[in-house]
């Protein structure tokens, strides 16, 4: 029985041309970039058509710095930490303002900056479980405020933020804007010149590249200070040696993922919108959020009277991999301000199932999965003693 993978939102197969593309970079190109004999020469074109490849998925500008890390958690925390040191300890600002359904990776960084006495507002979400424009208008102030920060998609939902709208704001109080690009890139068209981010950050294994690598997009006349020290690799803004298989394999993999966005938006699409068609059919099955809001590649499906782990062990049985939510916070689900926004109670919460598909995704894989569901919530609500009606 082959396996099917449907949890792509927690991370991605390394598309195999990426595989191919990296491979000579961790067997007979292994020069260190910085060291001055051919060994560390030979790779500086390989890294240089890596970065352009970067530049052009984003439509950044010449201008602007794009810097090689390990992943979006060290991108997030170095946004935040930067913005602090920089405006907040050595500046005469006070606050950040984020929202309510951010990945840990900010909102735990943010916790901890309110424990060094940084005030962090939390922008609550609207009844579509997405931030609201005039929430941020109504708060925002120049005086106080270095960063505004807001996820471009969630997660768990795949709700996407107004995030044109909430940038515009912030460049207009002149208050710099960061937003987490994880759940974006690959998904919907992330285009940094119609769009007025400062900072952008992203992870490679989330589009179909390699784990370890991911980047921070800073925009030109946005300060960064280091976290980390010690070389002067990435211009000093990031030290450590570049993981140059790691950086070579994420830029093919945001080229494909470029070329494969119009496929994403149809082809993808189309498939979890027959998984959800089919999956609403079952009774007492809600899904989260509405479509035209959402990446085309998520659907979270909460299914009445049985509970999420128990249904994701009937289905990995079957082959099948599917998540209760974010790999890194399921346990905070019940508490989810995006469900409860939508009107998903904490009782509902816990019955939901998250699939996120990806351009490897095939029809009859989707038709499997719908089979293996229904027969799963059979099963389980045969052993339950929820009343549905
Ligand atoms: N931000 C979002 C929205 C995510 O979904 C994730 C991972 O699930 C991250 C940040 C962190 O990514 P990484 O674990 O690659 O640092």
Redesign the pocket.
């Known amino acids: 029985m082959n396996k099917i993978y449907l949890d792509n ?2 991370t991605t197969m390394a598309d195999p041309k990426v595989r191919d593309e990296m491979s000579a970079f961790v067997s007979q190109m292994y020069g260190n970039p910085n060291s001055l004999h051919t060994f560390g020469t030979e790779v500086h074109p390989y890294m240089r058509l890596a970065l352009d490849r970067l530049y052009k998925g984003l439509n950044a500008s010449d201008e602007d710095d794009i810097i090689i890390n ?7 925390n170095t946004v935040l930490k930067s913005v602090w040191l920089n405006h907040i300890v050595n500046g005469s600002k006070k606050r950040i303002i984020t929202s309510q359904i ?2 840990p ?2 909102s735990e960084t943010c916790q901890f900056l309110e424990t060094m006495g940084v005030e962090v507002i939390y922008l609550p979400v609207n009844q579509r479980g997405i931030v609201d424009p005039d929430e941020l208008r109504k708060v925002i102030n120049p005086k106080l405020d270095a960063l505004v920060s807001v ?1 471009w ?3 768990e939902t795949g709700l996407i933020n107004p995030i044109r709208e909430l940038a515009q704001i912030s460049k207009e109080a002149g208050v710099p804007f960061h937003s ?1 690009a ?2 974006a890139i690959g998904k919907i068209p992330v285009d940094l010149q119609s769009v007025a981010v400062d900072y952008l ?1 992203f ?1 490679a ?2 589009f179909h590249g390699p ?1 370890g690598v ?1 980047a921070l997009y800073v925009r030109a006349g946005q300060k960064i200070t280091p976290l980390f020290h010690g070389g002067e690799q990435m211009g000093g803004l990031r030290s450590g040696t570049i993981n140059v298989a790691g950086l070579v394999g994420m830029g093919l993999a945001m080229e494909l993922a470029t070329d494969y966005l119009e496929y994403e938006d149809q082809e993808v699409r189309r498939l979890r919108d027959h998984l959800e068609d089919s999956l609403v059919q079952i009774p007492g099955v809600m899904v989260i959020g509405d479509r035209d809001i959402r990446t085309p590649n998520t659907v979270f499906a909460s299914f009445k009277g049985v509970e999420g782990e128990g249904l994701l062990w009937d289905l990995n049985r079957s082959g099948i991999a599917a998540s209760t939510g ?3 916070a399921s346990e905070t689900l019940e508490e989810n301000p995006s469900f409860k926004a939508i009107g998903i109670s904490s009782d509902l919460a816990h019955t939901g199932i998250r699939f996120s598909l990806s351009r490897f995704t095939t029809k009859e894989e989707i038709d499997r999965t719908v089979d293996a569901v229904k027969k799963a919530v059979e099963r389980l609500r045969s052993i339950s003693t929820t009343d549905l009606s």
Request: charged content about 15%; some cysteine.
């Open positions: 939102n927690a390990s992943c979006a958690t060290e991108g997030n951010e990945h990776s900010v996820m998609a969630n997660n987490d994880v759940q950050t992870s294994h989330k784990k991911g974010s790999a890194c």
